[in-house]
């Protein structure tokens, strides 16, 4: 049975910082491409960044030099650094994950992160 597991959102006052990781089981993490999506109230949903197995990322423009995705494949983990937090990412956050070997893509139950003053 796959699972993700994301945590580490919270509430945090804008230009502040978060981690969200998303533990994996289930899959074989180190061929699985990852990604995190968020969506907001009212809004589509969106890719915010994405790592292949190989470790190539990518990042929507809105987030590009304030978000870094990463992954550790020893810990079946991937993460979302956050940094310069603004009012506009206050959304839920969710993990999703895509193994190479099937035509899958997994998703966590997602994380509130919330930017307010």
């Known amino acids: 049975q796959v699972q993700l597991v994301e945590s580490g959102g919270g509430l945090v006052q804008p230009g502040g910082s978060l981690r969200l990781s998303c533990a994996a089981s289930?899959?074989?993490?180190?061929?699985?491409?990852m990604g995190w999506y968020r969506q907001a109230p009212g809004k589509q949903r969106e890719l915010v960044a994405h790592?292949?197995?190989?470790?190539?990322?990518s990042a929507a423009d809105s987030v590009k030099g304030r978000f870094t995705i990463s992954r550790d494949n020893a810990k079946n983990t991937v993460y979302l650094q956050m940094d310069r937090l603004e009012h506009e990412d206050t959304a839920v956050y969710s993990c999703t994950a895509k193994p190479s070997y099937n035509n899958n893509e997994y998703w966590g139950q997602g994380t509130q992160v919330t930017v307010s003053s």
């Open positions: 790592i292949t197995g190989a470790g190539t990322t």
């Open positions: 289930g899959i074989f993490f180190r061929i699985s491409a």
